[in-house]
């Protein structure tokens, strides 16, 4: 089993930044991949970033040269550095682990992008 805490999200102007975190229940050495998704109001949840444990990181075009996936094997967390936010990036955002062909997802952290 994996807990995965999310952190970080609220309201923020367009322009703004935010840096997101999930905090995981055991090491996430051992997670073959960990990623970002997000869920906006009306739409299916979408992938926004992810991360092998190899150090490969991948984004859709949306976010790509905006937002930036990293990973802390020390402290076991994961983060999510988003800049030039827009009101489109307004959604939940969801931590999810792949460890061992089970997916683990966090409760997801609310992100507004709004003046």
């Known amino acids: 089993q994996v807990r995965l805490v999310e952190s970080g999200g609220g309201l923020v102007q367009p322009g703004g930044s935010l840096r997101l975190s999930c905090a995981a229940s055991r090491s996430i050495f051992s997670m073959n991949e960990m990623a970002w998704y997000r869920r906006a109001p009306g739409k299916q949840r979408e992938l926004v970033a992810s991360?092998?444990?190899?150090?490969?990181?991948n984004y859709p075009d949306s976010v790509k040269g905006r937002f930036t996936i990293s990973r802390d094997n020390a402290k076991n967390t994961i983060y999510l550095q988003m800049i030039s936010l827009k009101p489109e990036d307004t959604a939940i955002y969801y931590c999810?682990?792949?460890?061992?062909?089970?997916?683990?997802w966090g409760q997801g952290t609310q992100v507004t992008v709004s003046s």
């Open positions: 999810n682990a792949n460890y061992r062909l089970n997916l683990y």
């Open positions: 991360i092998t444990n190899g150090g490969i990181t």
